[in-house]
């Protein structure tokens, strides 16, 4: 995220996090990205915030990625994770 908000700061972010507890420290790093709040389970929001965007990128630890596949709707969002 760091590289994305410095390279294009003519970009708008988005970024889904659990709670306000999670987003706090989101919020402190990336004051201009805008929080929703949810999990991979709500399809409606997925799908919702999915269709105004331009770029979906999703960073999550192999054993979240899951949870991901029980939702047909963000199935076309897989994206096999980076070696780290």
Same mark, same amino acid.
């Given at each position: 995220m760091?590289?994305?908000?410095? &390279?294009?700061? #003519?970009? #708008?972010?988005? &970024?889904?996090?659990?709670? =306000? ?17 949810g999990?991979?389970?709500d ?10 965007a ?17 939702? =047909? ?6 994206? =096999? =994770?980076t070696?780290?």
């Amino acid at each position: 995220m760091y590289a994305f908000e410095k &390279a294009h700061t #003519e970009y #708008e972010y988005t &970024a889904l996090v659990r709670n =306000p507890d999670k987003g706090a420290p989101v919020a402190s790093v990336y004051p201009n990205i805008r929080l929703v709040y949810g999990t991979l389970d709500d399809v409606e929001l997925l799908e919702k915030e999915s269709a105004s965007a331009d770029i979906v990128l999703r960073k999550l630890p192999v054993f979240q990625s899951l949870i991901t596949l029980r939702n =047909p709707c963000i199935q076309t969002l897989q994206i =096999p =994770p980076t070696t780290q």
